[in-house]
């Protein structure tokens, strides 16, 4: 009797059941049952070490002007360990690839005082379709919006942060070789991009600048990327990811 339900039920589910997402579902686990499961896809594990927080924040008095972080923006803990950075470096070229809404580029301009000058790069959304290199399909909606550096537009801090428009992989980074004492690096996620936008902040940048990338360990392709970039570049071999954060980190040697 057990055969003949079964049976039955076979020819409903290959013929009526198809249209019913619910037996579809059943068909597809039959498949698995008959033919094996696919391989579930390779679970990337990051593998920079671990900077400890504390290294970084202990005994460090910071202010964050703007706490309060919106989807794209670095986290309220990310704002902190900046401060504390740039509390410790003291850095007055800062240079930032991927404005966003400005938030991390005001936070920045405020810890590091009105003597800095910081330089902060957006892709304009009408250059979208013209990037060189391919951006991440996730990247769209941080790159089509309305006002690049709103946070900071009209605050005392303005007048120090130079707004730069282009590409990171065409912009003419020249003028600006040797000279950065802090580079942030939070353009497009594309693993092309993060090596592009690697070695132009090394271009950029000097002897005991510090080098920080955004989203290590939130988008695979940025945690492959800078996980590459440890492994094959004896010049990022000191990359290492601090604790509690997205953030990847380095002081050049
Ligand atoms: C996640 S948001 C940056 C968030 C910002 N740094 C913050 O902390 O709030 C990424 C930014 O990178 C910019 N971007 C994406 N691709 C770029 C490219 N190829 N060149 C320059 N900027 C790019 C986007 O327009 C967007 O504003």
């Known amino acids: 009797?057990?055969?003949?339900?079964?049976?039955?039920?076979?020819a409903y589910l290959f013929t009526a059941g198809?249209?019913?997402p619910k037996d579809r579902a059943f068909i597809h686990r039959i498949g698995e049952h008959v033919f094996g499961a696919p391989e579930p896809p390779e679970l990337l594990v990051p593998a920079l070490p671990i900077a400890p927080i504390k290294d970084i924040v202990?005994?460090?008095?910071?202010?964050?002007?703007?706490?309060?972080?919106?989807?794209?923006?670095t986290t309220t803990l990310e704002q902190y360990v900046f401060a504390a950075l740039v509390e410790r470096h003291r850095p007055k070229t800062l240079?930032?690839?991927?404005?966003?809404?400005?938030?991390?580029?005001?936070?920045?301009?405020?810890?590091?005082?009105?003597?800095?000058?910081?330089?902060?790069?957006?892709?304009?959304?009408?250059?979208?379709?013209?990037?060189?290199?391919?951006?991440?399909?996730?990247?769209v909606k941080?790159?089509?919006?309305?006002?690049?550096?709103?946070?900071?537009?009209?605050?005392?801090?303005?007048?120090?942060?130079?707004?730069?428009?282009?590409?990171s992989a065409t912009f003419d980074f020249t003028p600006y070789a040797g000279t950065i004492d802090l580079m942030f690096i939070d353009g497009s996620h594309a693993y092309d991009y993060v090596l592009?936008?690697?070695?132009?902040?090394?271009?950029?940048?000097?002897?005991?600048s510090v080098i920080l990338w955004h989203d290590y360990a939130n988008w695979d392709d940025v945690?492959?990327?800078?996980?590459?970039?440890?492994?094959?570049?004896?010049r990022f071999s000191s990359l290492r990811r601090i604790e509690g954060t997205s953030l990847g980190y380095m002081v050049r040697q």
């Not at 592009?196 to 005991?208: C, F, I, Q, Y």
């Open 18 to 20: 198809v249209a019913r």
């Open 142 to 167: 941080y790159i089509d919006k309305k006002e690049s550096g709103a946070r900071f537009k009209g605050t005392p801090q303005e007048k120090q942060i130079e707004q730069l428009w282009g590409d």
């Open 196 to 208: 592009n936008d690697s070695e132009r902040a090394w271009g950029m940048t000097h002897p005991g």
């Open 58 to 73: 202990q005994g460090v008095r910071v202010e964050i002007a703007d706490p309060i972080s919106v989807d794209g923006n």
């Open 95 to 139: 240079f930032e690839i991927g404005t966003f809404d400005g938030r991390t580029t005001l936070n920045l301009a405020v810890s590091a005082g009105p003597e800095a000058r910081l330089s902060t790069l957006d892709l304009p959304p009408q250059q979208l379709a013209e990037t060189k290199l391919d951006v991440h399909p996730e990247d």
């Open 1 to 10: 009797m057990g055969y003949v339900k079964g049976w039955a039920a076979s």
């Open 223 to 234: 945690t492959r990327a800078l996980d590459h970039l440890r492994r094959t570049d004896a």
